[in-house]
């Protein structure tokens, strides 16, 4: 166990509806990032929030927002699904700062499947 | 703009011996580096990290080798188990942009003990 939670595990819906990822941090982590990582492909950054701020954004779609609560865990919020968005979506936590060797923490992941 | 590259998408050695994974990076601002292992299913598991001040350090079973000159990066795995088998993912980060800790990682590659 990794310390980082993400529920659920498995998520199967239809295009064209919204679904809400959940992740909680290591305990202590107050940075919070995610990752989409399609089939055989590496990790692509969406988001990463800081104590509640939003403070990084890669190629997130229009239709994906997340956040982060005042508790330090997030939602990653996907609407208007489409079969490409099929994958697998991870949660991240660090402490303040990865520079002193603890590296990110990842979670075990949802994997979403959109039919 | 950033991107982390790996030369081989897959490997095969045969157990017992050491592996070798590479990886090439083009961010010369990148100043901290990550190896992850990801089994089948799981999140990705942090190996090995190395900052660019310095160009070896080793682990238990696993080194890793930062060349800054030719950004370069390499994971070194002695002796391997079939627990070994695996996808390797390098990840890059620049530090300076501290709060904007977001890895981008390579498109990893898996690594088959034989038997």
Redesign the interface.
């Known amino acids: 166990d ?1 310390g ?1 939670t993400q529920t659920p595990k498995h998520l199967i819906t239809a295009t064209g509806q919204r679904v809400t990822l959940r992740c909680s941090p290591r305990s202590g982590d107050l ?1 919070v ?1 995610w ?1 989409q990582q399609s089939l055989d ?5 969406l988001i ?1 929030y ?1 104590n509640g701020e939003e ?2 954004k ?1 190629n997130i779609l229009e239709r994906f927002s997340a956040q982060q609560f005042p508790d330090l865990h997030s939602e990653l919020n996907l609407s208007s699904l489409e079969l490409g968005d099929s994958a697998l979506y ?1 949660c ?1 936590s ?1 402490p303040r ?3 002193f ?9 949802t994997r979403l499947t959109v039919v | 703009g950033e991107s982390v590259g790996l030369h081989l998408p897959t490997l095969s050695v045969q157990e017992g011996d050491n592996s070798i994974i590479n990886c090439a990076y083009s961010n010369s601002a990148s100043d901290y580096f990550i190896w992850y292992k990801q089994e089948s299913g799981k999140g990705p598991q942090f190996i090995i990290d190395i900052r660019s001040n310095m160009d070896k350090r080793q682990g238990q079973r696993v080194t890793v080798l930062l060349n800054k000159t030719v950004k370069h990066l390499s994971l070194q795995i002695a002796a391997t188990q079939p627990g070994d088998s695996a996808v390797y993912f390098c990840a890059e980060l620049n530090t300076v942009n501290f709060g904007n800790e977001k890895l981008t990682f390579g498109t990893g590659t898996r690594l088959t003990i034989i038997p």
């Open positions: 990794s980082v940075s990032y990752y492909q590496g990790l692509q950054f990463q800081y403070r990084a890669g991870f991240a660090s700062s990865t520079y060797g603890t590296g990110y923490t990842f979670g075990s992941g």
